[in-house]
């Protein structure tokens, strides 16, 4: 069974006819697998007491059972059942907050009319005077078409909202960058572009999120030849930026290198197709990518010009079995692919020090605890596990960098850059099989990546 979860928190308001009554309501939630977080007395009198159970449960399924088991209780019943994660989303996650004061008329004709004409005009003279003077500056349009959202798959554009709202606090809170959902409701690549490039003069950046590939890669590859703006796409780069540098500390601790390695890849979508790229541009020379039907070669037939490059580019000894097979011998497994592809007999036939990134979300390619009988470092994309490979290690603080240099556009040095800074978070003293990246919550890492980025692009400026 798998464990509870504060995704499925919930708090079960009860009412107990006695206070010993209280003492077995939390043993029934126990009893039924949750696991307790806390116990508040909201109401107390001659008749009992109202109590507040919160606790974690698994699933869904899993809240609804809780509040059964309290009932049958003799002397207890729920009055009310509340799913702590909607609650959180009630209403959104976003405001918009003024940065000057508008209190008196002087503030109002300097913010906007009169006053504000002549910074229109300036800017109208001088375009570039838009990332001075505007939000442009410091903000970043989250743009998706809920084609491909988290393993949800095509849920459209407005059921993409609260991810969407969910990345643009996580760039508030982690690097003082201001993003905004832009959910479209077109999954055509030529609309999408269009509508894009018609509203980017509003941000500083474009953070691709959740649009499916093959597509996801020309939308990129056209918004990056059209738009004079970093245009980024979160599943692949960033989920390759932070896979790099947890890469290279986990290699640290094995005693293996990246040219050297092994490297067997499950899942040929955005996020394999940009690892496998990264990987390849920082020295690795052996690498296996498999999709459904097993290894891509250049035996098989492709359906699109991506897959076609991987299998051009990687797999030098032509391997044409399926997944199980290409890992036998490997040094590293890394999974964006599905869940329970492989069982822990498929990671002892690894070679010895073994490392393996199972990071299909919320469940991975093989469990966790599987994998650890056998590999010297496992990683995942959970929050539960040590070794949380997260892309919030990579896209605020990449953004930061990017916004404070001036950046036009996003070149690989700026990529492996991002990833250099991951990893070095990481100190000497510090890294271990179970702590390959630094926390999510380190407030390092987000200034270590923003400096990194910035100095290429200002390094790049120099140069030019």
């Given at each position: 069974?798998?464990?509870?979860?504060?995704?499925?928190?919930?708090?079960?308001?009860?009412?107990?006819?006695?206070?010993?009554?209280?003492?077995?309501?939390?043993?029934?939630?126990?009893?039924?697998?949750?696991?307790?977080?806390?116990?508040?007395?909201?109401?107390?009198?001659p008749?009992?007491?109202?109590?507040?159970v919160?606790?974690?449960?698994?699933?869904?399924?899993?809240?609804?059972?809780l509040?059964?088991?309290?009932?049958?209780?003799?002397?207890?019943?729920?009055?009310?059942?509340?799913?702590?994660?909607?609650?959180?989303?009630?209403?959104?996650?976003?405001?918009?907050?003024?940065?000057?004061?508008?209190?008196?008329?002087?503030?109002l004709?300097?913010a906007?009319?009169?006053?504000?004409?002549?910074?229109?005009?300036?800017?109208?003279e001088?375009?570039?005077?838009?990332?001075?003077?505007t939000?442009?500056?410091?903000?970043?349009?989250?743009?998706?078409?809920?084609?491909?959202?988290?393993?949800?798959?095509?849920?459209?554009?407005?059921a993409?909202?609260?991810?969407?709202?969910?990345?643009?606090?996580?760039?508030?809170?982690?690097?003082?960058?201001?993003?905004?959902?832009v959910?479209?409701?077109?999954?055509?690549?030529?609309?999408?572009?269009?509508?894009?490039?018609?509203?980017?003069?509003?941000?500083?950046?474009?953070?691709?999120?959740d649009?499916?590939?093959?597509?996801?890669?020309e939308?990129?590859?056209r918004?990056?030849?059209?738009?004079?703006?970093p245009?980024?796409?979160?599943?692949?780069?960033?989920?390759?930026?932070?896979?790099?540098?947890?890469?290279?500390?986990?290699?640290?601790?094995?005693?293996?290198?990246?040219?050297?390695?092994?490297?067997?890849?499950?899942?040929?979508?955005?996020?394999?197709?940009?690892?496998?790229?990264?990987?390849?541009?920082q020295?690795?020379?052996?690498?296996?990518?498999?999709?459904?039907?097993?290894?891509?070669?250049?035996?098989?037939?492709?359906?699109?010009a991506?897959?076609?490059?991987i299998?051009?580019?990687?797999?030098?000894?032509?391997?044409?079995?399926?997944?199980?097979?290409?890992?036998r011998?490997?040094?590293?497994?890394?999974?964006?692919?599905?869940?329970?592809?492989?069982?822990?007999d498929?990671?002892?036939?690894?070679?010895?020090?073994?490392?393996?990134?199972?990071?299909?979300?919320?469940?991975?390619?093989?469990?966790?605890?599987?994998?650890?009988?056998h590999a010297?470092?496992?990683?995942?994309?959970?929050?539960?596990?040590?070794?949380?490979?997260?892309?919030?290690l990579?896209?605020p603080?990449?953004?930061?960098?990017?916004?404070?240099?001036?950046?036009?556009?996003?070149?690989?040095?700026?990529?492996?850059?991002?990833?250099?800074?991951?990893?070095?978070?990481?100190?000497?003293?510090?890294?271990?099989?179970?702590?390959?990246?630094?926390?999510?919550?380190?407030?390092?890492?987000?200034?270590?990546?923003?400096?990194?980025?910035?100095?290429?692009?200002?390094?790049?400026?120099?140069?030019a």
């Amino acid at each position: 069974m798998p464990a509870p979860s504060p995704g499925y928190a919930v708090t079960l308001r009860v009412e107990v006819k006695a206070a010993s009554l209280t003492g077995e309501v939390t043993q029934a939630v126990i009893a039924a697998g949750a696991v307790l977080t806390a116990l508040d007395v909201v109401e107390s009198g001659p008749a009992g007491l109202v109590v507040d159970v919160t606790c974690d449960a698994v699933d869904a399924a899993h809240s609804a059972s809780l509040a059964a088991a309290v009932e049958a209780i003799p002397g207890a019943s729920v009055r009310k059942a509340s799913d702590r994660t909607f609650l959180v989303h009630l209403g959104g996650k976003l405001e918009v907050v003024p940065t000057v004061p508008l209190k008196h008329r002087d503030d109002l004709s300097r913010a906007y009319t009169p006053g504000v004409a002549r910074i229109c005009r300036a800017i109208a003279e001088n375009p570039a005077d838009a990332r001075r003077l505007t939000i442009k500056r410091n903000t970043v349009a989250i743009v998706t078409d809920g084609s491909a959202v988290l393993g949800l798959g095509n849920i459209g554009p407005a059921a993409a909202l609260p991810v969407m709202e969910g990345k643009a606090a996580l760039f508030k809170q982690f690097a003082g960058v201001d993003a905004w959902p832009v959910c479209i409701d077109r999954q055509d690549v030529d609309g999408i572009v269009e509508i894009v490039q018609a509203l980017s003069s509003t941000y500083g950046g474009i953070n691709l999120e959740d649009i499916s590939a093959p597509r996801c890669f020309e939308i990129e590859r056209r918004l990056r030849e059209l738009l004079d703006i970093p245009v980024f796409h979160d599943d692949q780069h960033g989920t390759a930026i932070v896979v790099l540098a947890a890469l290279k500390n986990a290699l640290r601790v094995v005693g293996k290198t990246l040219p050297r390695a092994r490297i067997v890849v499950s899942g040929v979508g955005a996020a394999g197709h940009a690892i496998i790229r990264l990987l390849q541009i920082q020295g690795a020379q052996d690498i296996i990518a498999c999709d459904r039907q097993g290894a891509l070669h250049s035996g098989r037939a492709y359906r699109d010009a991506d897959r076609a490059w991987i299998a051009e580019t990687t797999n030098p000894g032509q391997f044409a079995g399926p997944l199980a097979e290409a890992l036998r011998g490997a040094d590293v497994f890394i999974g964006v692919s599905g869940p329970d592809l492989l069982t822990g007999d498929d990671i002892a036939a690894m070679a010895p020090g073994a490392i393996v990134f199972a990071l299909a979300n919320p469940d991975p390619e093989v469990a966790p605890a599987a994998a650890a009988e056998h590999a010297a470092v496992v990683a995942t994309g959970r929050s539960d596990y040590p070794n949380q490979i997260n892309n919030v290690l990579a896209f605020p603080g990449f953004f930061r960098g990017m916004l404070n240099g001036g950046a036009n556009e996003i070149t690989d040095a700026h990529l492996l850059a991002a990833s250099d800074a991951i990893a070095d978070a990481v100190g000497p003293e510090e890294l271990n099989a179970s702590y390959i990246v630094p926390s999510v919550f380190d407030p390092r890492v987000a200034v270590l990546v923003a400096d990194a980025v910035e100095s290429v692009v200002r390094a790049g400026e120099r140069s030019a």
